[in-house]
């Protein structure tokens, strides 16, 4: 079981794609990892400059202009005794 205590950070990657060669890759080797997904703005962020576009009529850019570019970050983690095995597995 792979816990907070346990654990290395593998890889950290804004693509899907590359998330899921590393994942791939991973189980194929029978690597246990686990999987945290994260937003580049959080909820609270979105709301606060969505609401402060709305108050000026949606000038330059509508609600968005002041948020920039939503992405998420993918973070890939493995148990500590494995982090040697998976670097391995995943180039």
Not at 21 to 50: E, N, P, V, W
Request: zero cysteines; charged letters at 20%; proline letters at 1%.
């Amino acid at each position: 079981m792979i816990t907070i205590f346990n654990r290395k950070k593998l890889a950290v990657d804004t693509s899907s794609q590359e998330i899921t060669r590393i994942t791939l890759k991973l189980k194929a080797a029978g690597i246990k990892y686990d999987l945290h997904t994260s937003r580049s703005q959080s909820s609270f962020g979105m709301m606060l400059h969505g609401s402060m576009s709305a108050g000026i009529g949606h000038g330059a850019g509508g609600a968005n202009a002041g948020i920039g570019p939503l992405f998420f970050v993918y973070t890939v983690y493995v148990a500590r005794k494995d982090f040697e095995r998976a670097k391995e597995a995943i180039n």
